[in-house]
């Protein structure tokens, strides 16, 4: 490896012990050298901790940092300012990558000097495999063809809900300069959905990317993970992270964008209220305030208006949709009993 390396690999870990060492060996087996690995142990309370420190031991290009738990965010923050690399990539504990990922991304970022270089990812679930890929054709874009092909469908591809781009760090290069500017703009509260405003920040702001045909990232999706837990705390979160997606995309001067992320909040608002309301339902005083409020919210209320609920999936969702809309608390908790 040389002194400055390729890439820095940022992996932060929060007790992920029974998949860390798949996740860590499969960055080892990559058939390319020129890279540092990260370790961030964000103050683990089970064995991942004794992992990276042994493999850190081990394994000269593997730097660890321990933190007190401060959230995904602020580890790969945290990550990112030990990183020496010219282009910046992430990798989730838990899940896992194909040989010869790096040495190809790599070697295109070096060909072709994309901002950033994007591959497919498979997202592993208990039973079955599922492949995610971007609905344009593989290759090298520059501003013009991004601006043509990319950006019209990168957050919403016209498919409730299917992104054109999916958000997700893990399956991306991105140059360090480009990097830099999105990844601080995430406040450390928000635990779902911290990728989309630096990843589209990104997108919108770099000069070319390359996306490959191939995938190389596996995501395991793992039902016990912190998406699928819900609690009234992660509504106030839906605003934070509605506003730092103001902070990240200059949405005047991309009309387009904001009529994607139109759809994007009103699937995520479903998402979440859904969960959040259902568990509230036995309380009839604070779940009308509570709806009202969110009904009233700048953000929920534009994109309710926006999005025509015939482009919205699945009777129930459609009738939520129309209940926010409406403000219709009393149908709202009448349909989540039923």
Known sequence: ??????????????????????????????????????????????????????????????????????????????????????????????DWLASGMYSHMCRIARETHADIVHCNFTAAMPHKQELCGVPFPPGFYDKND??????????????????GVAPRLTNKLFVRSLIEKYLFLVPHGIVVGEDGPVTYGAMLAASSVYFCEESYYYYRSNPTSLCHHMDAGRIGENHTMFETYRQAIDLAANPGILRQLQYFYVYQSLLTFVPVFRAMRTDSLQFKRLFLEECDNKDIQEAFAAVPVKDITGIHNKLYAFCVRHRLWRLFRFLLAH
């Open 1 to 94: 490896m040389s002194n400055q390396p390729f890439v820095s690999i940022i992996v932060p870990v929060y007790n992920t012990e029974e998949y860390l060492e798949c996740c860590l060996d499969s960055i080892l087996a990559q058939d390319y050298t020129d890279y540092e690995l990260i370790l961030v142990d964000d103050g683990s309370t089970d064995g991942s901790g004794t992992i990276c420190k042994r493999y850190a031991e081990e394994h000269s290009q593997i730097h660890y940092i321990h933190q007190p738990n401060g959230g995904h965010t602020c580890a790969r923050q945290n990550g990112f300012l030990a990183s020496r690399g010219d282009y910046i990539t992430f990798v989730d504990s838990d």
């Open 146 to 163: 991004l601006t043509q092909s990319v950006y019209p469908s990168m957050v919403y591809s016209g498919v409730y809900f299917k992104f």
